[in-house]
């Protein structure tokens, strides 16, 4: 059901499909979704068809699909945001950490990724070698080791006599090329990496991250606890985006970090706000992320007010200031986030809007009416 701003319905119709994520465009005009077969939906603000795209089928997916190792039957479960732009002639979507901008005729325009989350580091691609322990006994004599050892001091060893036994510097000699071989088949088996060269992009790569490093009193030996995991844990997430009012583009990670991208796909500015935002929102004079607990208000790239979110609250952006929506609480704000008024209902609600004569709030029982106070969407507007 499409409403116009002050409650009056516009149009309903079925769906022929089922919504699994979606977006209303915050200051434009629009809807946009996901169905769980991977196929884009996007409606005009009367309802009205204006495309469909199978991202199962889009040459952007594929890519993906290879790097992270998943079906095209999972896409859904990968693809985290949906947008529509304004001005309603570009869409863009999100798969795991990178975002895709595509006219609404298909055309691609651009693509980027979030860098991956700060403490992970890929140390190299997953290999299929095992060995019974004579095996590792025998790779640990070639690469000259003994136990305790850690997958760097495999790499370390490994390159200090691949130099030395590579068959390039050894005139190509039959036996360079065996001792060659076992270094290298020696330290995949001891790291269950392939040491020998890094993988080109699409392997399936393993990533550690660090979690502390313990040494023992006199100093004689250390224990480093890492976390071991494929590109799926060290990516970036990204779980909310948005257009700006001058074409430029948000991305907010699982990391906290928000990134604006010009028109163009081009990094221009990075904030960390340690939380994930749910929601972002950009009026051209401030700025809106709305996390679970917390709603951050910025003007000019600094924060001028912070509130609470209870329940996981709704933000509803209006030309003159913006609404938070809670279960059973409405709170209206200034642009700024000065307080104007409090709605509390014994039931929940389910529809706020203004109207010429005032707010109305809405539950499934009731329905009233409030004047006096100064809302955020202007007299007759």
């Known amino acids: 059901i499409s409403f116009d701003r002050h409650g009056r319905e516009i149009r309903r119709t079925g769906l022929a499909w089922d919504l699994y994520r979606s977006e209303v465009a ?49 896409l859904k479960n990968h693809t985290r945001s949906v947008a529509l732009s304004p001005s309603q002639e570009v869409y863009l979507f999100t798969v795991v950490d990178s975002v895709f901008l595509v006219g609404v005729d298909g055309t691609s325009m651009w693509g980027a990724s979030l860098p991956h989350q700060d403490g992970w580091k890929r140390v190299g691609t997953v290999t299929n070698r095992a060995g019974t322990s004579a095996d590792v ?29 590579h068959p390039d510097l050894n005139q190509g000699s039959v036996q360079s090329k065996e001792r060659f071989q076992a270094l290298s088949a020696a330290a995949e088996l001891l790291s269950g990496l392939d040491v020998a060269s890094l993988a080109p992009e699409g392997d399936v790569a393993l990533f550690t991250k660090s979690m502390g490093r313990t040494e023992s ?46 028109p163009k796909g081009t990094p221009v500015q990075a904030y960390d ?33 912070l ?21 059973k609480c409405f709170r209206w704000f200034g642009e700024a986030g000065n307080l104007l008024g409090r709605v509390t209902t014994k039931r929940p609600i389910r529809r706020v809007y203004p109207t010429p004569d005032g707010l109305v709030v809405e539950t499934r029982m009731r329905r009233a009416k409030i004047s006096g106070p100064p809302g955020w969407w202007p007299r007759g507007a």
């Open 137 to 165: 006994d025998e790779a640990l004599g070639i690469l000259d080791l003994r136990p305790p050892f850690s997958s760097g001091e495999v790499k370390a060893q490994y390159r200090k006599l691949a130099k030395r036994h």
């Open 307 to 327: 509130l609470d979110v209870f329940e996981q609250g709704e933000l509803i952006v209006g030309q003159e200031g913006f609404g938070l929506l809670d279960k």
């Open 217 to 262: 009193a006199d100093g004689s030996i250390g224990f480093e606890l890492a976390w071991q995991g494929t590109e799926k844990h060290a990516a970036d997430w990204i779980y909310a985006s948005t257009f700006a009012p001058d074409g430029s583009v948000f991305l907010a990670g699982y990391s906290g970090r928000v990134v604006r991208l010009d």
């Open 26 to 74: 915050p200051l434009g005009r629009g809807l946009i979704a996901l169905d769980r077969s991977g196929v884009v939906h996007a409606y005009r603000s009367d309802l009205s068809p204006l495309f469909a795209a199978d991202l199962q089928q889009a040459p952007e997916t594929s890519d993906l699909m290879r790097r992270f190792q998943f079906d095209p039957a999972d």
């Open 273 to 305: 706000i340690g939380a994930v935002p749910r929601r972002i929102v950009d009026t051209g004079d401030y700025l809106y992320f709305l996390t679970d607990t917390r709603l951050y208000v910025l003007s000019e790239s600094r924060l001028v007010r």
